[in-house]
């Protein structure tokens, strides 16, 4: 074979290769619950009122719609707070929802120190982001703008996670990645750490007071709620920080600059035989129960604040 | 820089291009110009110990050259000598030494804990055999400055070898090299290999082996043996990838580097394997330690005890920790019981069973190499033997963490690894293009989808 031949059909195979991956994986992502939501999303009404609207990452998935009436579930898996911060101004600034309450997450690794590269699906949230905005806000500039080149050239880069969840875990009809693997709590030996906060932990607290603060000026009642994990998630996890000392640091901080601190920690309400995996909440019966929890806490807290 | 980042990628090629546009005179410079700011990118301010390095070997060798004395000759030699070594003592050993008084004696000296400059073992290396080489008229002085600190500081090989000789390397950096396809499409095949290598497989084993060698009091005898075995594979991904990379990108240069390995894993013995693994550095510890001390040309006794300092050495060579030395003191010993004969048969399945010995006996040593430290090493070893499961053998394995998918790819990779390593153990070449094109997409795409893209230092790098 003729080398320039050689190249052009090196080449050739190399593009049609990438344009059908790009393609298979964008679809499939989009057709998986990590872009539905997106979609569900996109259909609202400009101006459509919330009583309760959920944001953050796929813990949150652990609610389910008897929570409320009138709600919209907008987590998505793997969502950091910095880019659920950006969301949340799309919701209030583009779409102009109407919310009453907002739910995030508050759990023991939502906050902890990240590089903001844009590594993980850049192809679906760039949408949410100002660009400019994000990337002067990113600890990794280059890797920022280079991630973002690459998430439009090969999106499917180290995507065999993605698929493999899509096609092979029971998590395709559920908004759940793969089924993990979950310890039982006996084999785990663990003992919660105290009186230990390394800073890495709180490195995106900043963006905790910017929704907070968005909050108070939308007058939107926020909630954080740590959502149940297992021990062996937190013997993985939290290694070198108490979560008491993180949530009082947390509350303190957001108390001195008027803030509110709406705070509910079902962190450690399960044992392991209730999960999927160790950070998610198994079938939709345990989510039933976990979801009236939340809804008697949610009413617990609203008339702990009329009294006060 | 590191070489599975896309920007060594977009660093390489506007190299490439720059270097085939310019004229022959200038690419020195160019090159020399690169491999600064290689190294540079990752910490400026140790540019100062290799242009350190690079001006007392120039100077030393230019005096032993030009010197008829023995006695000046030999008094630049021990020059250069102690400088590299002056330099490699503080930044690797000094820390070491500190914590051995301290221990010994009783004392609270304290640490300096210096960040160790990247590859300084290897220039260092480099640079020590181009001063030798010279004071034993092997070769002669390099007089064009330019080109000198290009051989020690060509960024292919800079950080982790192959450990080059200034007579293979010189003469190639001052060859004029016209634009090649076919050094393009090797140099890219090797490089196409050697991510795999790494991205891949390494880093992706290195998941499973960091958490249980990192937490070895938790786990059992299995899957401790699975690890080490683990690692086996991962330190020889992680180096030959890295190596693959380096020769192939200098390939595109249209410098050939020096094989660093050829299929250690399938070596019948322990001599075979250092035939077979980090080639560069086997050969110049043979040639500047082993054969000066008088190699096998003496008496019994004294050719073991100059192998076993040979394998001492270089086990000190990997890095300040007895786990490194008990590792090389592993493969001297058992380098000299190889050497009593036994009777040979010639039966295919006493090669394999030989191929399985020596495998086991390289993968016992890297628990040293691998662990912690040595307590750690001993009752990993103590484990293997002990209790084999904790809670049956599968649900040991899951409580590592690594997941189905982690696992189904390792095993879809390694079998291709498997696959390129007998063809070439077996000297077999796919001479069909189709299926060395078809061979190369799946290699690429393998990368894109499965390489594990956070990027991961090379192993080596720390030595």
């Known amino acids: 074979m003729k080398r320039s031949r050689k190249i052009i059909l090196l080449l050739a195979l190399v593009l049609v290769i990438n344009q059908f991956l790009s393609y298979w994986y964008e679809s499939v992502m989009r057709e998986s619950s990590f872009a539905k939501v997106d979609e569900t999303y996109e259909e609202l009404d400009e101006g459509e009122h919330f009583d309760i609207f959920i944001m953050g990452n796929s813990h949150t998935f652990a609610l389910l719609d008897n929570l409320s009436n009138s709600m919209f579930k907008f987590g998505t898996t793997g969502e950091t707070i910095d880019q659920t911060y950006y969301k949340f101004l799309d919701v209030i600034e583009n779409k102009k929802l109407k919310v009453d309450t907002l739910i995030i997450p508050l759990d023991i690794n939502y906050l902890v120190e990240l590089k903001m590269d844009n590594s993980r699906y850049p192809f679906f949230w760039n949408k949410y982001l100002s660009f400019s905005d994000y990337l002067s806000e990113s600890n990794e500039k280059w890797n920022f703008v280079k991630n973002s080149i690459l998430g439009y050239v090969v999106p499917y880069v180290n995507g065999s996670n993605d698929m493999f969840d899509y096609y092979f875990s029971s998590g395709k009809g559920n908004q759940l990645r793969s089924e993990g693997n979950v310890i039982a709590d006996s084999l785990v030996d663990f003992e919660i750490p105290k009186g230990e906060l390394d800073e890495k932990y709180l490195y995106f607290y900043p963006y905790i007071e910017k929704i907070n603060e968005q909050c108070a000026k939308e007058g939107i009642h926020l909630i954080m709620i740590s959502f149940p994990v297992t021990k062996y998630f937190y013997s993985q996890t939290a290694k070198k920080m108490d979560p008491e000392l993180y949530f009082a640091t947390i509350k303190n901080n957001l108390e001195t600059k008027g803030l509110e601190f709406n705070h509910i920690n079902l962190s450690q309400e399960y044992g392991s035989e209730k999960f999927r995996d160790p950070h998610h909440l198994g079938d939709n019966e345990i989510r039933f129960e976990f979801t009236e929890l939340v809804k008697q806490k949610m009413s617990e807290q609203k008339s702990k604040k009329i009294n006060e | ?463």
């Open chain 2, 1 to 463: 820089m590191l070489f599975n980042s896309v920007d060594y990628f977009v660093f390489l090629i506007v190299i490439l291009f720059a270097y085939y546009k310019l004229n022959h005179k200038w690419r020195w410079l160019l090159l020399l110009a690169a491999s600064y700011f290689f190294y540079g990118v990752w910490k400026v301010e140790f540019l100062g110990l290799i242009l350190f390095s690079t001006t007392i070997d120039y100077l030393c060798g230019i005096g032993i050259s030009q010197s008829n004395s023995k006695k000046k000759r030999k008094w630049l030699l021990w020059l250069s000598l102690f400088s590299n070594l002056s330099i490699l003592y503080v930044f690797k050993y000094l820390d070491f030494s500190i914590t051995a008084v301290n221990d010994i004696f009783s004392q609270d000296f304290v640490l300096y804990n210096l960040v160790l400059p990247m590859g300084i073992s290897f220039y260092t290396f480099q640079t020590m055999s181009y001063s030798i080489d010279v004071y034993k008229g092997d070769i002669k002085a390099e007089k064009h400055f330019g080109y000198f600190a290009l051989y020690v500081t060509f960024f292919p090989q800079l950080v982790a070898g192959p450990i080059e000789r200034a007579s293979r390397l010189l003469p190639q950096l001052k060859q004029k090299v016209e634009f090649n396809w076919n050094n393009i499409s090797d140099g890219l095949k090797m490089v196409l290999i050697g991510l795999f290598k790494k991205v891949v497989i390494a880093d992706r084993i290195a998941q499973l082996v960091n958490e249980v060698y990192n937490n070895q009091a938790e786990y059992n005898g299995a899957i401790l043996i699975i690890a080490t075995v683990g690692f086996a594979i991962q330190i020889y991904c992680d180096f030959s990838g890295y190596s693959d990379i380096a020769i192939g990108s200098a390939r595109m240069l249209g410098v050939n580097l020096m094989d660093n390995f050829k299929t250690p894993y399938f070596s019948k013995s322990l001599q075979e394997f250092w035939t077979r693994w980090h080639i560069s550095l086997s050969q110049w510890f043979r040639d500047y330690v082993y054969i000066p001390l008088g190699g096998s040309k003496v008496v019994k006794w004294r050719w073991r005890y100059n192998l076993l300092i040979t394998f001492l050495v270089s086990g000190f060579w990997h890095g300040a920790n007895w786990t490194f030395i008990v590792w090389g003191g592993i493969h001297g010993v058992i380098l000299i019981l190889e050497k009593i004969k036994v009777k040979q048969f010639s039966y295919r399945i006493y090669k394999i069973g030989k191929m399985l010995f020596v495998f086991s006996v390289v993968c016992f040593a890297w628990i040293f190499f691998r662990a912690n430290s040595m307590s750690d090493a001993i009752d990993i070893i103590h484990k293997m033997m002990t209790s084999f499961v904790k809670n049956g053998l599968i649900a040991d394995f899951k409580s590592t963490g690594i997941s189905l998918i982690n696992t189904i790819i390792l095993l879809y990779a390694i079998t291709i690894l498997f696959v390129l390593d007998w063809l070439n153990f077996q000297k077999k070449k796919v001479n069909n293009e189709y299926i060395r094109l078809f061979g190369m997409i799946v290699l690429l795409f393998s990368i894109l989808t499965m390489g594990v893209t956070e990027v991961k230092e090379f192993i080596y790098f720390q030595f």
